[in-house]
């Protein structure tokens, strides 16, 4: 469904007192699809985009990726566990993989909280990097709303937009795009075009579901950066203008999640309330009982983001020939919309995922 304020008010009446100030607990979770268990570990990583490179975007990207993060592995080897290096190896695998043809951006000022992902289009691999335009349009985007943070996620994507086109480090590729705009009063608007996502969990359902913008099966709407010498009628040429806008009130307890289609087309949506909610169970466990409030709001949004990747990577790894009455598999969603397409295709589909979570609690002492 397609949200609006009045969806999200529906589902929670409206109060007629003042919202509290509220605060936003960030996870974030990425694994590129050239990366264990899909490739063996001692492969080469795929292309880093810009990162390491002494340019202004350079340093950018590799500022997101030293943010604290996860790539989806829940479980530590034995040998980490002896070696009880467990937190420092996941984050040398984390800058290694990567995120892929995917990339997103990170902007919290005092008042607004942004987030927002693209997954770069891989056709446009060899001849060009796809990973340079997600990351440049992240870049642009970010940059836009750190000169003006109150911005709409719509106007800071036609700023990017601009900026990618007059970039001479991206000669060409494409990218869809997801961003999400959140305000300390609670005011959200976000953007969505494409196939990447957001979903918002109120009491534990989700309350909204973006829905996918494809122009055919597997062909989502994409900002595209097109040389001349390649230019050609039948190419496909979306706006920041077609992209789906959004408004909406968040109150405590809410949880956002937004995610590039690594996720959607290998985890039903049905999934997401469920695992939110085993998520919430462990951080009840006697284990955790010396955590703070905040400090399990905190580890939610951290936790959730990667189980998202790490179950979405699960089902990257199914063959459609699972026997689903053990309840540990699943028909992907990839392998279902093909289907209605008539494509013979079977299991999960291998991609970049990037999951970002975001919990929803009231600021204390506001």
């Known amino acids: 469904m397609r949200a609006t304020r009045a969806v999200l008010n529906l589902a929670h009446p409206v109060s007629t007192r003042a919202p509290p100030a509220l605060l936003y607990n960030l996870g974030i979770s990425y694994a590129a699809k050239h990366s264990p268990p899909f490739v063996p570990p001692n492969a080469h990583p795929a292309s880093a985009g810009f990162s390491g490179q002494p340019s202004k975007l350079g340093k950018w990207v590799d500022t997101m990726k030293a943010l604290p993060a996860g790539r989806g592995e829940l479980e530590p080897t034995k040998d980490e566990r002896e070696a009880g290096k467990r937190e420092l190896d996941l984050q040398v695998a984390v800058n290694k993989w990567g995120a892929g043809e995917d990339f997103f951006a990170v902007v919290s000022t005092d008042t607004f909280t942004h987030i927002a992902a693209s997954d770069g289009v891989g056709g446009w691999a060899p001849q060009f990097d796809p990973s340079l335009y997600s990351q440049a349009l ?101 706006t920041p203008s077609q992209a789906d806008k959004f408004e909406f009130d968040l109150e405590p307890g809410d949880v956002v999640v937004l995610y590039t289609d690594g996720m959607s087309d290998n985890l039903p949506a049905e999934r997401i309330p ?40 699960y089902g990257m790894s199914f063959t459609g020939d699972e026997d689903l009455s053990k309840g540990g598999a699943w028909k992907t969603p990839f392998e279902l919309e093909a289907k209605t397409q008539r494509r013979d295709f079977k299991g999960g589909k291998i991609d970049d995922v990037t999951v970002l979570a975001v919990t929803v609690a009231e600021r204390l002492g506001a």
């Open 138 to 238: 992240m870049f642009h985007y970010a940059q836009a709303l750190t000169a003006s943070p109150s911005m709409a996620p719509w106007e800071a994507l036609n700023r990017a937009y601009a900026a990618v086109e007059a970039d001479e480090n991206v000669k060409a590729g494409s990218a869809t795009a997801v961003g999400v705009s959140m305000g300390e009063t609670g005011k959200g608007q976000a953007l969505n075009l494409g196939d990447s996502g957001l979903t918002i969990l109120r009491g534990g359902k989700a309350v909204f579901e973006s829905m996918a913008q494809t122009h055919f099966f597997n062909c989502p709407y994409q900002l595209s950066k097109t040389p001349l010498t390649m230019r050609s009628p039948d190419l496909i040429t979306d």
């Open 274 to 313: 469920l695992l939110n909610a085993a998520v919430l169970q462990t951080l009840e466990l006697e284990a955790n009982a010396d955590l703070s409030v905040d400090e399990k709001r905190a580890a939610h949004a951290r936790l959730l983001a990667d189980v998202l990747v790490a179950a979405s990577r």
